[in-house]
């Protein structure tokens, strides 16, 4: 088995590669990655998130967003999901809206594939009101995102709920689709990075 980021076969340089580890990268690339030390809360809602969003976690994003490379969707969770399958298993999962264009233009769901066998089915229950793209926009206009998000016609909220995003930057979406929900009670939220700007600034950190 090969490393679906730099393609080296696994186990070439480290042996918990190829006898221990369930990692679908090797060990010196998933090193890259920084451990997300914290939870945090979003108006009251616990956020889970595995990985910071640095350097290393945003170029393999990237490769899998933007440059449609679907074999990637594994790697951002494989790591954790058997941990998080357990705690979620139960949880109707949400994603966060892609606009149209985009999704047209990579011809999958990218948040679908990533978050698949965290819980039993992956819903698509938001649209955007108008198409936006948010990597172009600055921070202040990333946080008038939180109205432009609505539920499909025929959603109905009921049970659990874990609302999924790759990354957590602004956490204007993620607000939107709380919003959305109403007073929901059982809600969480995954990311499968966090912005550590956004916590440090906000200063709600807790430990886990």
């Known amino acids: 088995m090969r490393c679906l980021l730099c ?19 090797c060990c010196k690339c998933r090193s890259t990655w920084e451990r997300a030390p914290h939870s945090v809360l979003l108006d009251g809602v616990h956020v889970e998130a595995p990985w910071l969003y640095n350097e290393a976690f945003a170029s393999a994003l990237m490769q899998y967003k933007e440059l449609y490379d679907e074999a990637l969707a594994p790697i951002f969770l494989q790591y954790d999901r058997k941990r998080l399958h357990r705690k979620y298993h139960n949880y109707r999962i949400f994603v966060m809206p892609s606009s149209n264009a985009n999704r047209m233009r990579r011809g999958f769901s990218h948040l679908a594939k990533m978050f698949t066998g965290i819980g039993k089915i992956i819903e698509e229950p938001f649209e955007m009101i108008e198409e936006l793209d948010q990597k172009k926009k600055s921070g202040r206009q990333r946080e008038l995102m939180k109205e432009n998000i ?37 809600v969480r939220i995954l990311c499968a990075s966090l912005n550590k700007g956004w916590f440090e600034k906000e200063n709600n950190l807790r430990k886990l």
């Open 7 to 25: 393609g080296k076969e696994m186990g070439s340089d480290d042996l918990y590669d190829l006898f221990l580890s369930d990692d679908v990268i």
């Open 150 to 186: 609505r539920l499909k016609d025929g959603v109905k909220v009921k049970g659990k709920i874990l609302l999924c995003d790759d990354t957590m930057t602004t956490g204007s979406t993620l607000r939107g689709a709380l919003r959305c929900l109403g007073k929901t009670k059982d």
